[in-house]
């Protein structure tokens, strides 16, 4: 991710586990988050990896407003390639939340 003047944010490069890259991280929060295992996140499962993240709770409305964006049932939920998909958006940053959820890695 680059700052404001384009140069690289490394604010949690030096945190950061090299020896797992984007997809891998998102796999591995995914997983942890997927609590019946069933490879989709549900409204409680992806309001968990929010709150844990981003410290704020999912509303129901925001949840169909992600269900829709992803063309998805809001019962059937989210799956990894989604959750992928969100953090290739601006301002998201896959390793500051992959260390808020595994802060010892």
């Keep these: 991710m680059a700052s404001e003047d384009g140069a690289p944010d490394s ?5 950061a586990d090299p ?3 984007m997809v891998d991280k998102c796999a591995k929060i995914f997983k942890h988050f997927d609590q019946d295992n069933d490879d989709v996140l ?10 844990a993240t981003a410290g704020t709770v ?3 409305k925001h949840w169909k407003a992600v269900c829709m964006a992803f ?14 998909l ?4 601006p ?9 808020k959820i595994f802060p010892n890695s």
């Excluded at 604010?11 to 945190?15: E, G, Q, V, W």
């Excluded at 549900?42 to 709150?51: I, V």
């Excluded at 969100?86 to 958006?89: F, N, P």
């Design 11 to 15: 604010s949690h490069a030096l945190f």
């Design 19 to 21: 020896s797992l890259n």
């Design 42 to 51: 549900k409204f409680e499962e992806l309001a968990a990896l929010q709150l």
């Design 58 to 60: 999912l509303t129901r």
């Design 71 to 84: 063309e998805v049932s809001d019962s059937e939920g989210i799956t990894l390639e989604h959750l992928q």
């Design 86 to 89: 969100t953090y290739k958006t």
């Design 91 to 99: 301002g998201a940053s896959v390793d500051a939340d992959y260390l």
